[in-house]
């Protein structure tokens, strides 16, 4: 289990970064203005539910690579370290333009949450990003990393389904502030830009 001090630092970490507008979060949006809320929920819950594959990974992967050499996972930690600045510098420059689009095609809940599942699932940069970020709220000293990061894959995938299930239900709202108000994107941006940024320098630093 999770200390209650690794448990909400990470759950800030992961609920700022979840709600900052990307791909996923603009087409559950999408989806719930354009065909309901049943529908954009559906999305949304598929979508969440695909992090539970990157959790796998990203237990297999780390525990693999801790197994072959600790120089391995240091190379590890500062490779994902760095792909975090990457992503942060990225939020940073943004100008706050992501618009909801809400063309979407006819399909049922149901199909719309397998799609929202398979294309979470496979996307390999969010295979990535888990490597770079669940390890680092590792605490070394407790012991068992493997399981550690289970519960951090366990703790975002559940904070994902909430979000992502709420803006699929307030879809309509939610979707005319973003488009009316540009820079409310930008200033989420902004945070989640600062966020990735820090945790990749701690990344970097930490041993």
Known sequence: MLTPEQFLGFLTAAILITLSPG???MMVLG???AKGRARGIAFGLGCALGCLNHTLLAVIG?????AAS???FTALK???GLYLIW?????LRSRGSAQVAAGVPDETARQLFFKGLLANAINPKVVLFFLSFLPQFVVASRGDA???IAWLGLTFT???AVIFGLLGYFSGAIGQWLNKTPRAGMWLDRVAGVIFVGLGLRLIVAR
């Open 62 to 66: 780390v525990s693999a690579i801790i």
């Open 70 to 72: 600790p120089t391995a």
């Open 23 to 25: 791909p996923d979060n």
């Open 146 to 148: 493997n399981w550690q």
């Open 78 to 80: 500062i490779a994902g």
């Open 158 to 160: 559940a904070q994902a």
């Open 31 to 33: 989806v719930g203005i």
């Open 87 to 91: 992503m942060g510098v990225g939020a």
